[in-house]
Structure formats: C-alpha cells, structure tokens
C-alpha cells in the first residue's frame, strides 16, 4: 500500500516568513496530491491540490511542487500570516476507476505563525 | 449548499458496547470515503463506497468495523464491542465521484468517539 511520510510535524515561523512542508510517498503509481488545512476543532479543507502531470502549481501565498522521480512533494507558504496556523496534512491517492480516489494522508504538521 | 453532516458530534460509550455513526453526504455525491484520525496523527483510510457498493474496504482494523450505505446517500459505520484503542475522530468525506478525474474529497465535521 501506499506510505505518506511528512515532515516537520511542527513549525514555527515569524509572520511575514515563509513556511515549507515536506512530503515523501511510496507508490510510484500515486498521482494526485492534495493539501488539507485543518484549524483546531474544524474539519479539514483542501487549500492546494496538484496532479503528476505537473510539476509545481500556485495560489496567491501557497505552492506545491511535485517530484515524481524522488517521490516528494512540498507546500510552500509564502508571507504567513497568523491566520495561516493550523495543522496542514498532505496525502497521495491513485485516482482508479475500480478502487477509487481514497486518500492516504502524513500524519500533518503544526504549523504556528508568530506576531 | 449543504455540506457534509455528521452524527453525532461526540460519542461516548463503554467498553464493549456496539455503536453507530452516521454521514450524509453532499447530494449528488455518488463516492463517500471514511477515515479515523487518532490524537496526534494524521487520517487514517477505513472504507470507500461507491454508490452502494464498497470496492475497497482494507482500511477497515478490524472485523469489529463494519459499514454499509444505503440509496447512494446516508452511510453508517458500525463499531462492535468497542475497545479504548477505538477512540478517535471519524471523518466521512464525500466526492462527485470516486474513480477517473479526481474530484476533491468534503469532509465532514467528524464524530469524536471515546471509549471508557
């Protein structure tokens, strides 16, 4: 099956810094990666999601880049803001037609942007 | 529109006891995923429906978690004779559909579980 890893699990960052989360996965045949930002006691909410026909996508402050020769992709968030902290997890997913899209998630970062 | 309902919001039961948590789904929503999400840890794959049908159901730990849907909407996951381990958030997420083009998986509030 597949294996997310991600890492830091917390991070702390002075607002106005960027922050960089980092993910690795194991099944080469994995080809959608999404993000999820989760605030304490809410449910989770995609805020990046990126395909492996593409190698780096971009939203306002937050990027992902994908690698699918070393099996890594990474979320980059640029300009943090307090209200950017939260819990962010990254997950893979094959996307078949007879199994489903079923996501395998890291076990998240804790990201916190000091004022 | 409506978005992804769960209940209950909290659950709290004895050990060995059976319970039920339910999910509505965005209507029109023909995939529906469940996932565990422990203290500390990152949400854990349980059982995907498509439709009524369950194509992949090996995330379920044990043969104590069950699931069913029923009419394409409402699911249910059952937990028989519950144990401490059991204890944690149960997400339901919903999407358009559940093979080819990737459609973004809606969570819903989740359904904290806690086991005495």
């Known amino acids: 099956g597949e294996n997310v890893e991600q890492h830091p699990s917390t991070l702390s960052v002075q607002e106005g810094d960027s922050a960089v989360i980092k993910c690795t996965y194991s099944d080469s045949a994995s080809n959608y990666f999404p993000w999820y930002k989760q605030e304490l006691g809410k449910r989770p909410q995609l805020i990046i999601d990126?395909?492996?026909?593409?190698g780096e996508k971009k939203d306002q402050r937050i990027a992902v880049t994908l690698n699918k020769t070393a099996k890594h992709f990474s979320l980059h968030i640029t300009e943090t803001q307090p209200e950017d902290s939260a819990v962010y997890f990254c997950a893979a997913s094959k996307g078949r037609r007879d199994t489903g899209n079923q996501f395998y998630f890291g076990t998240g970062t804790s990201l916190t942007v000091i004022p | 529109g409506a978005g992804v309902s769960q209940s209950p919001s909290n659950k709290v039961t004895e050990k060995g006891k059976d319970v039920e948590l339910r999910c509505d789904p965005i209507s029109g929503h023909t995939a529906l995923y469940w996932y565990r999400q422990s203290l500390g840890q990152g949400l854990e794959f349980l059982i995907y429906?498509?439709?009524?049908?369950?194509?992949?159901k090996s995330g379920l730990p044990s043969d104590r978690f069950s699931a069913e849907r029923t009419g394409g909407s409402v699911s249910t996951l059952t937990i028989q004779r519950t144990q401490q381990e059991d204890s944690a958030v149960y997400l339901c997420a919903s999407s358009l559909a559940g093979g080819g083009p990737i459609n973004e998986q809606f969570f819903g509030p989740g359904t904290r579980l806690t086991v005495l």
């Open positions: 990126i395909r492996s026909n593409v």
């Open positions: 429906f498509q439709g009524n049908s369950a194509p992949d």
